[in-house]
Structures are given as structure tokens and as C-alpha cells.
């Protein structure tokens, strides 16, 4: 007998996560082979995508923010200007009250522009307020709708999740996107300014300021390379680990979780998924640091020279007193804001890098939404016919579709049976336009679905799929999908009644008014099978020409399927309906029988006739029955 600690010994070690190593062309990052000159090129792209994006979202805002601007600028001007005059009196001849006197006006002007020059501010704080949240929600948006918008098989070609992923970081960053611009150009303003008065007290000054400058400057831009680098490293295994966290954490898969001892590999592996990505942030720290150090050493000695410049200026005598005592303090807010410009242009390219990779997704969701054609699909649908369509998912080796032809009529019920992975769901994916035939045709009343609008074709589906979604909306919405037929509840109780469902929804606290997710406050939840039932219940409001049912009873107890099949054969004669099933008992409700294997149709018939004919289809019914 084998004790504890012998068996301990032989256990394995947890495995750890896959090394997720992702290629094609959209496996690199697209700054590798970037040049210095190159990144700060783009920072005028930046700020005209910047505008013409918080224009689009709010004129005012943005007329508003561009004045306060200008009005920053001319007040630093006037303040170093009135500043200088100041000097003049304060360092000139006289008493001590008659330069005061003398400086006076020129103090209440600098004071009057420096009061302005703060509210200005403030007021360009409240249009970045006004603007920013705006453009993230519009930039959150355009993603929620390019993700839904984009043909089914995109979901499968490479590299897709990752460039979602590297899009959602690029919503993020766009809270940043206004206020950075806004900085970036306030401190253009003010340097320009500045600058202007530095020139005209000795023109050797700003060279020198722009030196003491430019190594902060570029090392804000290799910083920020170095981190977006990093961050393209772990965009894959972020994406992996968020997804996996949603998994471990949704109440819906508690009980699995539990019930199979899996919290401590879970946690483990969580940990062991973020020490990788940790340590990718940590190797880059040193390179981050090195850039500092000599960026900042270098910067250090250039303004030290200035410094030392603007000192000999004045013992040699090449500047007066009043003008040295300006100089300063022009120096010092001219150095303020060539550091002002150089660190928020900095973190303006910073931002760029992940809005580029959301508006490449977005380009790429566009090419990518369907395109078919402008042809419409008639209220009334009598045929659907497939001519030897095929179809292959990207990255596999033989097709899902394997050359299928097929037609269905209206009034006809059509079961679709077959063993996992023969094509079953495919099919029915092929038959609604949601993936478009590589191969042959698909027709509804003569007309191909690669040429017709697909919202007129979705217009006439109503499809109950395997895996459907629990909306966290009321039950209402759960059976309407948003879709409303009336503005009375009748058409609703009616499939509710159909599907067997008037009893769990009376008993909910507020009846069709229900928040079905009870993870959110005041929520309740249903059963797997009432769940299912209330699918069913949705593609039944629709009324459709298809309807559409794959494993539509596979979690329901036998009174909730018997209710449902019996519905589904007393509204047949006025759609076509196709059911997808394992449960081959139910199929005796179908006219005809679909059988597939690997692809293609090696059987159609009805229920006797393949039970008789010692096919696959009898094989599988054998197989049924011996459980």
C-alpha cells in the first residue's frame, strides 16, 4: 500500500502556461526598425488626428481650449516683456521708492497677465473635461461596434485577439490623448514666447536652452520605445491571462471550479502567467534606466553652460544689470517650458503608439465588416438551396463544408444529425449568410447571399444557437432582444407561454421587469433548462422564414423539450425550420433527415427509412439505445 508521502513524491509538478509565440504579419512590432527622426515625424500627425477627432466631439470644447491657449502664450510674453521693464526701474538709478514708483505699472501688468495666464488654465482644464470623456466613449464604442460588425471568420485568422487586445489598451490611453495634446501645445505657446524675449536679450542663450533641452527630450522617446516594446511582448500573454481570469472569477463556473479541486492550479497558474509577464517589465528597467543617466547627464552639463554663459555675459559687461536680472528669469521660464514641451510631446508619441494600434484594428474591422452586396431578401423566403458549398476555417487542413448541396423548402422540417466535428453547426452558419461560401453558392429565392445586404438576410433568421448568451438584461429584453414588435407585453407572453416559461416568470421579483444576472444588485437567475427555454423562446418572436435550433433542448427536463417540439411542429408550415440534434428520437418530427460525416452528406432520408437502412444513421440510433 502506497502511503502520503510516497504518493506525493510521484505526482507531477502543475504544468505551467504555453509559451505563446505568435507570428505572421502582425506578429511584429511595428517599431523595431522605426528611426529617432522617424517617431518624432509623427508627432504633427498626432496632434491633427487629436483635433480632428475632439472636433468631431465637441466644437465648443475645442474653440475653447485653443483660445485659452493663445491666451497662455501672449500672457507669458507679456509677463517676461513687463518683467524686463520692471527691472529697469527697480535695478536703476534713484531711491529706493522713486524706481518702485517707476516699476509699479509694469508690476500690475505683469500681475494682471499672470492672473490671466491662470485662468486661462483652469478654463483649458475645463474644456479637456468637456472633451476627453467624449472621445474615449466615442473611441470605446467604435471598438464594441467594429468587434460586432466584422465577418464571422475573422474571429479565426491570425493575430486577430492580440490586435483587439493591443486596441483595447489604445481606448485606455485615449482618456490621455486630449490632456497631452493640450500640455503639448501650451508649452509650445509659452516657449515660443519665451523664447522670443531670451533671442532679444542675447541671442546665444536659446541655442544653449534648446541643448539643455533636447536630451530630456530624447530620452522621454527611447523610454517610451523601450515600454511600448514591452508591452508588445506581453500583449498575448495579457490577452491569455484576462480571458482566464474571466473564466476563474464568473459565478457560472464556481461550482466547477470548486467541485474539481482546481482553485490551487488556477491561482498557480494565474501567478505563474503574471511573473512572465512581470519579469519582461523588469528586464526593461535597466535599459530605462541607462537612458535616464545619460540623457540626464548630458542635459545637466548643457544648462550648466548657460548658465556659466549668461554669468560672463554679465562680469564681462556684454549685458547691463536690469537685463541680466531679466535674463534670469526668462532662462528660467523658457527652460520650464522647452521641459513642459519636450515631456508632453514625449508622452504624446508615447499615446500615439497605442492609438495607432487601435485605429489599425479599426482600419483592419473595416476591410473586414461584410461587404457583400446591395441585394435584398423578400419578406416571404419559399426555397433555400446550397450548391456544392464548401467551406474550410482558416489554419485547418480539410474543410468544416465539404461540397453540400441542398434544398429546403418552406413548411418543411429539416433534422441535421451527425457526430461532433462532422459540419453540423457550419452548416447552419452557411445557411444564414453568417460565413460566406469559399466554394459554390448559397440561395435564398434565387438570391446569392454573397450579394445581398446581410442585414436583410439576419432580418429573416431566427437562430437558437449551442452556445447561447445569458444576457445581464431584463427578461423582457432576454425574449426580444431590443426588438420590440409591440409596445404591449401580449406578443411576449405568448412565446412565453410556448415555451413553457409563464410560471418561473411570474415568480420572479418583478416578473418581465427581472434583471436576469443575479451577480448585479436586485438581479435573479434561472435555471440551465428555463434558460434554454427562454432561447427558444426568442427565435420564436421573430417569426422568421428560418428558424434555426442547434441542441435548442439539450439542458431542459422531458416536459419543457416535449413543449417545445410541440410548438416547433405547430408553427412549421409557415417558415422553413432546421433542428440540429443528437438526440435522435426527436428527429421523428422532422420530414427529412440530413445525415453528416466529416463534411459531407452521406445520408437524407426519413426516420424509418435510415433506421432501416443500416447506415450511419442506424448506427447512431443503435448506439442511442444501448445507453
Not at 47 to 54: I, P
Not at 108 to 136: E, K, N, Q
Request: glycine share 8%; net charge neutral; aromatic share 6%.
Amino acid at each position: 500500500m502506497t502511503n502520503a508521502s510516497t504518493a506525493d513524491e510521484e505526482t507531477p509538478p502543475p504544468p505551467p502556461p504555453a509559451t505563446l509565440t505568435f507570428g505572421g504579419k502582425h506578429g511584429k512590432n511595428p517599431l523595431a526598425d522605426a528611426s529617432f527622426a522617424a517617431m518624432c515625424r509623427r508627432l504633427p500627425s498626432v496632434l491633427g488626428h487629436t483635433a480632428r477627432r475632439a472636433w468631431a466631439v465637441d466644437r465648443t470644447g475645442v474653440v475653447l481650449l485653443l483660445v485659452c491657449q493663445l491666451l497662455t502664450g501672449a500672457a507669458a510674453a507679456v509677463v517676461l516683456a513687463f518683467t524686463a521693464q520692471a527691472m529697469t526701474h527697480v535695478l536703476g538709478d534713484g531711491t529706493v521708492s522713486e524706481r518702485l514708483h517707476g516699476a509699479l505699472p509694469a508690476l500690475i501688468v505683469v500681475t494682471a497677465a499672470a492672473a490671466v495666464g491662470r485662468v486661462s488654465g483652469a478654463l483649458a482644464s475645463y474644456a479637456d473635461g468637456r472633451i476627453t470623456p467624449l472621445l474615449t466613449t466615442e473611441a470605446d464604442i467604435a471598438l464594441v461596434a467594429a468587434v460586432c460588425r466584422v465577418e464571422s471568420s475573422a474571429y479565426g485568422e491570425d493575430g486577430f485577439a492580440d490586435r483587439q487586445e493591443a486596441a483595447e489598451v489604445g481606448v485606455t490611453r485615449t482618456r490621455l490623448m486630449v490632456q497631452d495634446a493640450q500640455r503639448f501645445m501650451s508649452a509650445l505657446i509659452r516657449m515660443i514666447a519665451a523664447s522670443g524675449v531670451v533671442t532679444a536679450l542675447h541671442p546665444l542663450l536659446l541655442p544653449l536652452l534648446l541643448l539643455a533641452v533636447l536630451p530630456a527630450g530624447a530620452g522621454a522617446v527611447l523610454s517610451a520605445r523601450v515600454d511600448y516594446e514591452t508591452h508588445y511582448l506581453n500583449v498575448g500573454d495579457r490577452n491569455v491571462r484576462q480571458m482566464m481570469r474571466w473564466w476563474a472569477t464568473y459565478s457560472r463556473f464556481g461550482d466547477e471550479v470548486r467541485a474539481n479541486g482546481m482553485t490551487g492550479y488556477l491561482i498557480y497558474w494565474y501567478r505563474a502567467l503574471s511573473d512572465r509577464i512581470d519579469r519582461r517589465t523588469l528586464t526593461a528597467a535597466p535599459r530605462m534606466l541607462r537612458i535616464t543617466l545619460a540623457t540626464s547627464a548630458l542635459g545637466g552639463l548643457f544648462l550648466l553652460c548657460t548658465w556659466a554663459t549668461l554669468a560672463w555675459l554679465a562680469s564681462a559687461g556684454r549685458i547691463a544689470l536690469p537685463v541680466a536680472a531679466t535674463a534670469v528669469v526668462a532662462v528660467q521660464t523658457t527652460l520650464a517650458a522647452l521641459g513642459q514641451f519636450v515631456l508632453h510631446g514625449a508622452a504624446m508619441f508615447h499615446t500615439s503608439l497605442y492609438l495607432a494600434d487601435m485605429r489599425s484594428f479599426l482600419d483592419m474591422a473595416a476591410e473586414r465588416a461584410p461587404a457583400r452586396g446591395p441585394l435584398t431578401i423578400p419578406e416571404r423566403v419559399d426555397e433555400i438551396r446550397l450548391e456544392e458549398a464548401v467551406y474550410q476555417y482558416p489554419g485547418k487542413d480539410e474543410p468544416a463544408v465539404a461540397g453540400v448541396s441542398l434544398t429546403l423548402r418552406r413548411g418543411e422540417i429539416l433534422a441535421v444529425v451527425g457526430e461532433n466535428g462532422s459540419g453540423k453547426s457550419t452548416l447552419v452558419k452557411l445557411l444564414t449568410g453568417i460565413l460566406l461560401a469559399d466554394k459554390g453558392r448559397v440561395l435564398w429565392d434565387g438570391v446569392d447571399l454573397a450579394h445581398a445586404d446581410p442585414d436583410a438576410v439576419w432580418k429573416r433568421t431566427a437562430l437558437v444557437p449551442q452556445n447561447f448568451a445569458c444576457w445581464p438584461l431584463r427578461a423582457r429584453e432576454n425574449i426580444t432582444l431590443g426588438q420590440p414588435k409591440t409596445f404591449d407585453d401580449g406578443p411576449v407572453w405568448e412565446v412565453v407561454d410556448a415555451v413553457g416559461m409563464r410560471e418561473a416568470i411570474e415568480k420572479l421579483p418583478r416578473q418581465l421587469d427581472t434583471l436576469l444576472a443575479k451577480e448585479l444588485w436586485g438581479g435573479a437567475e434561472l435555471s440551465g433548462g428555463q434558460w434554454q427555454r427562454l432561447v427558444c423562446g426568442r427565435a420564436l418572436y421573430r417569426q422568421t422564414p428560418l428558424l434555426i435550433l442547434d441542441e435548442p433542448t439539450s439542458q431542459m427536463d422531458a416536459r419543457g423539450e416535449h413543449a417545445i417540439f410541440l410548438e416547433i411542429k405547430r408553427i412549421a408550415a409557415r417558415r422553413m425550420t432546421v433542428v440540429v440534434t443528437h438526440q435522435l428520437e426527436n428527429t421523428r418530427l422532422a420530414d427529412r433527415i440530413l445525415v453528416m460525416d466529416k463534411g459531407r452528406v452521406v445520408e437524407h432520408g426519413g426516420y424509418e427509412e435510415l433506421v432501416n437502412a443500416g447506415g450511419l444513421f442506424a448506427e447512431l440510433v443503435a448506439l442511442a439505445q444501448d445507453r
